[in-house]
T-cell receptor, first 112, second 110 residues
């Protein structure tokens, strides 16, 4: 059973804080993704990675960075959190040539 | 650039009625198309993929390259089909970015 685990279900942070969202998968997947999910906007891709230390910008990378030091772990970093980054963040993983992405349970981040 | 459009944010149908969730895409090549579903308080999960040409939970979707569409259909909706549905596209290339539409919230009324 594929498991994608996000470290927190809920987070509340203050404006200007540095925020780390962690995601771990246990299926040896090459691809990992970070999305934010907002009502009416759907899922928007922030960053993705297809190998250790490799990263590609998605559609909305501004204000975010990522880190992939190990194959199983993909971290999303908000360098200086702002209120417009309040959202649900979803992590996903898949095999490089696979046709299915597996999602984590999501992290609801509130920036106050 | 790849883009997925779902024109309906909300869709309500009565139980037993047919349902169609629309999806159009833009991609300069041969894409892979998917439908993902998120039931209340559950994770987003794959419903079906065009390459499999399968029927899952009574849902089917046909890729129409001429109209660049991948509409999801079910002849008789059930209350348990109520969920958020996302159409997704994956392009070719080593990175294989997976792009989602804005989603359609389907409500099946009793």
């Amino acid at each position: 059973d594929v498991k994608v685990t996000q470290s927190s279900r809920y987070l509340v942070k203050r404006t200007g804080e540095k925020v780390f969202l962690e995601c771990v998968q246990d299926m040896d997947h090459e691809n990992m993704f970070w999305y934010r999910q907002d009502p009416g906007l759907g899922l928007r891709l922030i960053y993705f990675s297809y190998d250790v230390k490799m990263k590609e910008k998605g559609d909305i990378p501004e204000g975010y960075s990522v880190s992939r030091e190990k194959k199983e772990r993909f971290s999303l970093i908000l360098e200086s959190a702002s209120t417009n980054q309040t959202s649900m963040y979803l992590c996903a993983s898949s095999f490089l040539g696979g046709t299915e992405a597996f999602f984590g349970q999501g992290t609801r981040l509130t920036v106050v | 650039a790849q883009r997925v459009t779902q024109p309906e944010k909300l869709l309500s149908v009565f139980k037993g009625a047919p349902v169609e969730l629309k999806c159009n895409y833009s991609y300069s090549g041969s894409p892979e198309l998917f439908w993902y579903v998120q039931y209340s308080r559950q994770r987003l999960q794959l419903l079906l993929r065009h390459i499999s040409r399968e029927s899952i939970k009574g849902f089917t979707a046909d890729l129409n390259k001429g109209e660049t569409s991948f509409h999801l259909k079910k002849p008789f909706a059930q209350e348990e089909d109520s969920a958020m549905y996302y159409c997704a596209l994956r392009g070719i290339g080593s990175a294989r970015q997976l792009t989602f539409g804005s989603g359609t919230q389907l409500t099946v009324l009793p």
